[in-house]
């Protein structure tokens, strides 16, 4: 049974927790218009009203994504700041020779680690924790760039599948037209994550919740889950035989 209020209230007592425990003063995350962004910003919001800062970075991305960004923004009345990253991905391409015609995730995958480096810059300046919005189910197919969107310092969603993200959304009063849009990365044009993955998040969520699934479902998540087991872990270490 899952009763949002009380988890909502458990997930904000455990933000306080997780920067205190760092020495920290709030949280600063990516805003990207969509809805696990929307409930830990909310969620961060109630825990450090003062100190929670969302940072908008398109990157060629879908401008209705910066109007729903900044529609949240202003609902929720959270502290945001806009990090234009175009011209440092171009840069980036130049300065490693590339022609942009390479398969797509290699370049695509550039964007969510610029993010990265750009909220760990805000982290140190202002003395906050980044936070992650990678939930249970994209956390169990892999759906997330390594070192990318997966580089933060907590992950407040990860025990949550994308059907309670949308019911702690409902509970934040996060805007219908955040939680009722198609859950995507925003790599590229039209891209969603259901197209990507092959399953629903219907499916998904009901074979991670009861392990009730179709044949198809589960050899496709079993395959993804055992695809991605090295993003879930720290990188294998080498020890010598004289260790
Ligand atoms: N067995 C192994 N042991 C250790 N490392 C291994 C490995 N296999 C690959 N690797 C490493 O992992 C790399 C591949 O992983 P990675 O770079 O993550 O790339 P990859 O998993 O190929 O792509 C990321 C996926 O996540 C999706 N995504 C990204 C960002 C945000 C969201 C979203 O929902 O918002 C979704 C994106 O659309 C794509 O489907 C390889 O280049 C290699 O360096
Ligand atoms: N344009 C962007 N500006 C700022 N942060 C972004 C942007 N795009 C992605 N991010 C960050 O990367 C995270 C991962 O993206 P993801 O698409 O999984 O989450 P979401 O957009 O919040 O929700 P949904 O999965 O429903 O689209 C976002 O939650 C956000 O923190
Ligand atoms: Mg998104």
């Not at 696990?36 to 003062?50: C, G, I, L, N, T």
């Not at 398969?103 to 480096?117: C, H, S």
Request: hydrophobic share 40%; net charge neutral.
């Amino acid at each position: 049974m899952f009763d949002v209020e009380r988890v909502a209230n458990e997930l904000i007592e455990w933000l306080k927790d997780r920067v205190k425990e760092a020495n920290a003063k709030g949280i600063v995350l990516g805003l990207s218009g969509g809805v696990d962004s929307a409930v830990v910003a909310a969620a961060a919001k109630k825990a450090f009203p003062d100190d929670t800062l969302g940072i908008i970075m398109p990157c060629y991305s879908n401008p209705q994504d910066e109007k729903d960004a900044l529609l949240l923004a202003d609902r929720l009345n959270i502290r945001y700041k806009k990090v234009v990253l175009d011209e440092v991905y171009d840069s980036l391409l130049r300065a490693v020779g590339s022609t942009g015609n390479e398969n797509r995730l290699a370049l695509a995958n550039i964007k969510p680690r610029l993010r990265m480096t750009t909220l760990y810059y805000h982290a140190a300046l202002l003395n906050y924790l980044v936070a992650g919005t990678g939930n249970k189910s994209e956390l169990t197919v892999g759906y997330f760039t390594k070192y990318g969107d997966s580089g933060v310092d907590i992950l407040p969603l990860a025990s949550f599948v994308k059907h309670e993200v949308w019911e702690l959304a409902r509970y934040f009063n996060v805007p219908e037209e955040i939680i009722n849009k198609a859950p995507s990365a925003g790599l590229w044009e039209n891209q969603t994550d259901e197209k990507e993955m092959g399953i629903t998040y219907k499916e998904l969520d009901e074979y991670i919740l009861t392990g009730k699934a179709t044949e198809r479902v589960r050899n496709i998540v079993d395959e993804l889950n055992r695809k991605s087991q090295h993003k879930r872990e720290m990188p294998k270490i080498f020890v010598p035989s004289s260790k």
